[in-house]
Nanobody
Framework: QLQVVESGGGLVQPGGSLRLSCAASGNIPRIDGMGWYRQTPGKQRELVAIITGGNINYADSVQGRFPISRDNAKNLVYLQMNSLKLEDTAVYYC?????????WGQGTQVTVSS
């Protein structure tokens, strides 16, 4: 079983920055991918950024603004959110992909407001 915990959300003004962190703990024989998703009320959860193997993919809406990074040794994944916009407001979820399934965190709220 894997436990996934996000942190770093909060309230920020447009144009500001936040850094989200996500840690996985538990029995982790292998992690195939790490990613960030977000969801707003009434909408489906959408991909923000994901690392799988040596590849990184971003949603078009965050390309160039939200670099994703990881620390494999510590099972950590980060999302640096820059130049935040009102439409980035959402609950952000972290995921770890393993051969045994996808594990999600509980989500962290990011609110962009003036």
């Amino acid at each position: 079983q894997l436990q996934v915990v996000e942190s770093g959300g909060g309230l920020v003004q447009p144009g500001g920055s936040l850094r989200l962190s996500c840690a996985a703990s538990g029995n982790i024989p292998r992690i195939d991918g790490m990613g960030w998703y977000r969801q707003t009320p009434g909408k489906q959860r959408e991909l923000v950024a994901i690392i799988t193997g040596g590849n990184i993919n971003y949603a078009d809406s965050v390309q160039g603004r939200f670099p994703i990074s990881r620390d494999n040794a510590k099972n950590l994944v980060y999302l640096q959110m820059n130049s935040l916009k009102l439409e980035d407001t959402a609950v952000y979820y972290c995921s770890f992909n393993t051969p045994w399934g996808v594990y999600w965190g509980q989500g962290t709220q990011v609110t962009v407001s003036s």
